[in-house]
DNA sequence: ACAATCATTTCAAACGTTTGCGGAACTATT
DNA sequence: AATAGTTCCGCAAACGTTTGAAATGATTGT
């Protein structure tokens, strides 16, 4: 009508009667008489009266709104866990505000304090790498609002968590190579102090336990970017007993793990067979098309939206949960040979 | 303290003052005597008082949030558009509330609903495939909200938009490939409703006929998938003149057809060069790596945003500016050949 | 001494909504 | 005719904040 949205009060203006008269007529409270119903309704869907969320949310002290920090928005693996995060939370009833911490601590405060000030009624979070201190988090506990972590998890606080089944994805990885043939298994691994990076050499390190083969300490190999791979992957090439599988830490790593091989004469998958990790686009890019574990982001999001919302809308006191997440071997060409040595 | 965020009335009852004086102390209204003033700021200081964003907006009608809404998070390309808005609307004091349309028209308005009701002050969209009819950006604008455009935009509206110069970086990438020898060069071509399927191809004519050379209509095709082009693509090869040059729509495609190129035994870029468009990872993990149109995403997402604030905070009734960001040729392996035939 | 001036503080309304309680106007019961 | 019971509606408070206007108390001027 005039200007911005239709008011409660202006349709109660219009017809003469209270505000609260309006309010109750739309919630179909019993004290108002059909008629008036009627009319109130009427008015309301011909002037497409929407409450107005923020007024709601100060009213209820709830804001609908979920809040959620990512390391980074440009990875692929992150955008699909948003992707899920949003659509659930969006058939929910729920709205998403986000940040990104950039991978800094810093940047993570501000944040969360952020998130705090716009009164959000839950956040998720997957941890930058800088995140070293954790008092930030408690801070939210401090407010009362509930909290999720995904991906990289925080073990420091209590809370619900999802997380990936990496080291039973990288254990599969592994065995699927040393299935195919492969004895002398190079892993290009991730940081340490990362639990992803620990994790999947944890899987490297317990397929060749359970399958009874000995684990050469030379074939794990600190090696997460492409340009380290430009690096270290030539050397390992020219070893006396050159590899015959890499398992790596990434697909980047593993894509360029496998142009350096071609490069080098040899031929994936009838010299070196090759499996990645968090398959996406990349693994099918690649020629041959890379062999990669899925991790299943969308439906980490979801899951991560599930686990908030139930605890907002349920139980609030209930034991914290942690949910995995299966992860799953997608065998593409870069991992299947036909000329099987054993 | 108690529970949830501390108030200002809190503080005005510890230190038995009225709210409105602790309001005005923490804005430092000229009324309020520095012994009040120091008193109330200490005391906010130690009980970390942050003012509530819902009781603000609901006061002023500003919610300080923008609204946004892509067709999918989960595209690199999108991401850094993200990312890119994020990053400036944190720094402005914004904060961001994004919607997916997932390329469908019903989600796309339902999503403008959305984000009406929650009182945004303004809303950045990059539409969706399927939306052939705009009556739901009309409601933005009646209901008095600054609305931005960027990358697919819709003529029908007029607004501020922000567009990537595709002609241009189309053109540019052909001419290159026409200088470095290439006489026959294939376009594969996105869809032609799309307008960036259209710039594009509009780049590759423009290029032939800026340098005075024919364009041969049987050498435009239409094929933006991997899979569309590892049918399409061998048939190519298999021609009596055969092409030497392929400038792709974007890099998920050029990086299929470089694939079928090698497989088929002939070289990149020996034999063949080639450009993709949309310059992001891809480009660095094919072998050779693959020259392309860098769109400046981030760039894109900052200048949408700056637009917008542009309007919120500046003078409303500007008219409208259309911002166009320059795209970049990255020129890398795929498309240096030493062995020049002119 | 009384008003005018000043510094400092509080009041009250407003933003849009919800909801318990009280009230008016009926109808029904005695 | 008085009481009790219905039915329908409005009042007012509340959520947390801002802000112009009004109030308070003290000081100054004549």
Redesign the pocket.
């Known amino acids: 009508m005039n200007k911005?949205q239709v008011?409660?009060?202006d349709i109660a203006r219009e017809l003469?009667?209270?505000?609260?008269?309006v309010?109750?007529a739309?919630?179909g409270h019993p004290?108002?008489?059909?008629?008036?119903k009627v009319a109130v309704r009427d008015l309301a869907e011909k002037w497409n009266?929407k409450?107005?969320q923020i007024?709601?949310s100060?009213?209820s002290?709830l804001s609908k709104i979920i809040g959620v920090i990512v390391p980074e928005i440009v990875h692929y693996f992150f955008s699909t866990v948003i992707s899920g995060i949003e659509d659930l939370a969006h058939d929910s009833g729920y709205h998403v505000m986000f940040c990104q911490s950039n991978e800094s601590y810093e940047r993570e405060v501000k944040s969360v304090n952020t998130l705090l000030s716009c009164r959000v009624d839950g956040i998720l979070v997957s941890l930058s790498k800088g995140t070293h201190e954790f008092d930030h988090f408690n801070k939210i506990r401090r407010n009362g609002i509930p909290l999720v972590f995904f991906d990289r998890i925080c073990c420091e606080i209590e809370t619900d968590r999802v997380v990936v089944d990496d080291e039973a994805g990288a254990c599969e990885a592994v065995k699927h190579l040393i299935n195919s043939g492969c004895r002398n298994i190079v892993h290009l691994s991730g940081p340490q102090y990362l639990q992803i990076g620990k994790n999947r050499k944890e899987g490297y390190l317990r397929a060749h336990d359970e399958l009874n083969l000995p684990v050469d300490n030379n074939n794990i190999i600190r090696c997460d970017t492409p340009e380290e791979t430009r690096l270290v992957v030539p050397e390992l090439l020219k070893r006396a007993n050159r590899p015959d599988g890499f398992f790596a830490v990434n697909d980047l790593t593993a894509a360029a793990a496998m142009s350096v091989i071609k490069e080098s004469g040899l031929r994936v998958p009838e010299d070196i067979l090759l499996v990645g990790f968090t398959s996406g686009m990349i693994s099918d890019i690649t020629s041959p098309t890379l062999s990669s574990v899925e991790q299943h982001g969308y439906q980490m999001g979801r899951e991560a939206v599930r686990l908030l919302i139930d605890r907002l809308e349920k139980n609030r006191e209930s034991p914290y949960q942690t949910v995995v997440i299966k992860t799953e071997l997608v065998v593409k060409e870069s991992s299947v040979c036909c000329n099987n040595k054993y």
């Not at 003469?16 to 008269?21: A, E, L, N």
């Not at 004290?31 to 008036?36: E, G």
Request: charged letters at 10%; hydrophobic letters at 30%.
């Open positions: 911005g008011t409660i009060t003469g009667i209270s505000p609260s008269t309010s109750k739309l919630h004290d108002i008489s059909v008629s008036t009266y409450p107005d007024a709601l100060l009213q002290g």
